[in-house]
């Protein structure tokens, strides 16, 4: 008999998790139940084939579909508790959860009612051990106006809970540099900065991302791979990767940045870029619209031959990396 994957051990681990957008955990089940409040009758099955991408702009497309049944509050309540129960599925005790605030003001929608609902709908989740934090997130096709309003929008908010801005997005369209004056303001109001960057883009986007808007954690990164003067820098400033495995085979992402159509999970870069000291915040991006958990993206890493002490070392970075204060960190 094969021996599991995943070690018991790893398996019950507590762990954070911190690239996940909440627009994208939301399971086909709850997916019916959104359009149904909204008089739309879809079905399981529908939502899978909706839910099946081969190209970075056919997950956005889906993306945006399902985002449209995001109407009013409640909705965002209903999705914030789906993914809290998620969550606790997967021993995650600790979350930094991305929200599409440039999609919530491109629709004329006020952040500040949808955040309080999800607010209140997960606070309860606290008493479970389970602990949210919040990223806004600008698209970086809107431009930097755009993103500048959303920055402005967490003053509004007023909650201690938010702790990061980021954009996502289309990675190739606005140039990095026109990002300047927004992520200035971020750090003037107290935010960390976070940035998609060489995900589908070269490793020159990473860069930028450092060099000029002082990014703190760089989402996906994986084109760092191709520029080891680059790895250098990630490892001596000790600037995480937030690593998401399955996203990045479902978008071909991985395919692009490896240069071959027949990328799967095991030639993934996770294992080289780890062993060159670079911290590794392994996550799931969109776990719904990737059919996967966290759990498996730690089966993922196994598969693609880290060893337990290593495997064991990531799920320490997910805390040593988290933006929450050193004393509210478990693990730490
Ligand atoms: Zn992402």
Same mark, same amino acid.
Request: charged share 25%; aromatic share 6%.
């Given at each position: 008999?094969?021996?599991?994957?995943?070690?018991?051990?790893?398996?019950?681990?507590?762990?954070?998790?911190?690239?996940?957008?909440?627009?994208?955990?939301?399971?086909?089940?709850?997916?019916?139940?959104?359009?149904?409040?909204?008089?739309?009758?879809?079905?399981?099955?529908?939502?899978?084939?909706?839910?099946?991408?081969?190209?970075?702009?056919?997950?956005?497309?889906?993306?945006?579909?399902?985002? #449209?049944?995001? /109407?009013?509050?409640?909705?965002? &309540?209903? @999705?914030?508790?789906?993914?809290?129960?998620? +969550? =606790?599925?997967? !021993?995650?005790?600790?979350?930094?959860?991305?929200?599409?605030?440039?999609?919530?003001?491109?629709?004329?929608?006020?952040?500040?009612?949808?955040?309080?609902?999800?607010?209140?709908?997960?606070?309860?989740?606290?008493?479970?051990?389970?602990?949210?934090?919040?990223?806004?997130?600008?698209?970086?096709?809107?431009?930097?106006?755009?993103?500048?309003?959303?920055?402005?929008?967490?003053?509004?908010?007023?909650?201690?809970?938010?702790?990061?801005?980021?954009?996502?997005?289309?990675?190739?369209?606005?140039?990095?540099?026109?990002?300047?004056?927004?992520?200035?303001?971020?750090?003037?109001?107290?935010?960390?900065?976070?940035?998609?960057?060489?995900?589908?883009?070269?490793?020159?986007?990473?860069?930028?991302?450092?060099?000029?808007? #002082?990014?703190? /954690?760089?989402?996906?990164?994986? &084109?760092? @791979?191709?520029?080891?003067?680059?790895?250098? +820098? =990630?490892?001596? !400033?000790?600037?995480?990767?937030?690593?998401?495995?399955?996203?990045?085979?479902?978008?071909?992402?991985?395919?692009?940045?490896?240069?071959?159509?027949?990328?799967?999970?095991?030639?993934?870069?996770?294992?080289?870029?780890?062993?060159?000291?670079?911290?590794?915040?392994?996550?799931?991006?969109?776990?719904?619209?990737?059919?996967?958990?966290?759990?498996?993206?730690?089966?993922?890493?196994?598969?693609?031959?880290?060893?337990?002490?290593?495997?064991?070392?990531?799920?320490?970075?997910?805390?040593?990396?988290?933006?929450?204060?050193?004393?509210?960190?478990?693990?730490?």
């Amino acid at each position: 008999m094969t021996p599991p994957l995943l070690s018991k051990r790893i398996a019950s681990l507590p762990k954070a998790e911190l690239h996940l957008h909440l627009e994208g955990s939301i399971q086909p089940a709850t997916v019916c139940a959104l359009t149904a409040r909204h008089g739309v009758a879809v079905t399981e099955e529908e939502v899978g084939r909706r839910y099946a991408y081969s190209s970075f702009l056919e997950f956005i497309d889906a993306f945006k579909w399902v985002t #449209s049944f995001l /109407r009013e509050p409640q909705d965002y &309540a209903l @999705i914030a508790r789906d993914l809290a129960e998620h +969550l =606790l599925t997967q !021993r995650v005790v600790y979350a930094e959860v991305t929200l599409s605030i440039g999609v919530m003001l491109l629709k004329k929608q006020r952040p500040e009612a949808n955040f309080e609902a999800l607010l209140r709908a997960t606070e309860s989740f606290e008493s479970r051990g389970l602990r949210f934090r919040w990223v806004f997130d600008a698209a970086r096709q809107f431009g930097a106006d755009r993103a500048m309003q959303v920055v402005e929008s967490v003053k509004r908010c007023n909650s201690k809970a938010i702790v990061a801005f980021g954009i996502g997005g289309d990675e190739l369209s606005v140039p990095t540099e026109e990002f300047r004056l927004v992520y200035d303001r971020a750090a003037q109001i107290g935010l960390h900065r976070l940035m998609h960057a060489g995900e589908v883009g070269g490793p020159e986007k990473i860069r930028e991302a450092i060099e000029l808007l #002082s990014a703190e /954690r760089i989402g996906h990164g994986i &084109a760092a @791979i191709n520029d080891p003067e680059l790895m250098d +820098l =990630l490892a001596e !400033r000790k600037i995480p990767l937030e690593i998401c495995p399955t996203s990045n085979v479902k978008t071909a992402a991985l395919a692009r940045q490896l240069r071959r159509v027949d990328a799967r999970i095991e030639h993934h870069p996770l294992p080289k870029l780890l062993r060159h000291g670079i911290p590794i915040a392994l996550s799931t991006d969109d776990p719904a619209m990737f059919h996967t958990t966290l759990q498996e993206e730690y089966a993922n890493a196994a598969r693609m031959g880290l060893q337990e002490d290593e495997l064991t070392r990531i799920v320490e970075m997910g805390f040593e990396h988290a933006f929450q204060p050193a004393d509210e960190r478990r693990g730490a």
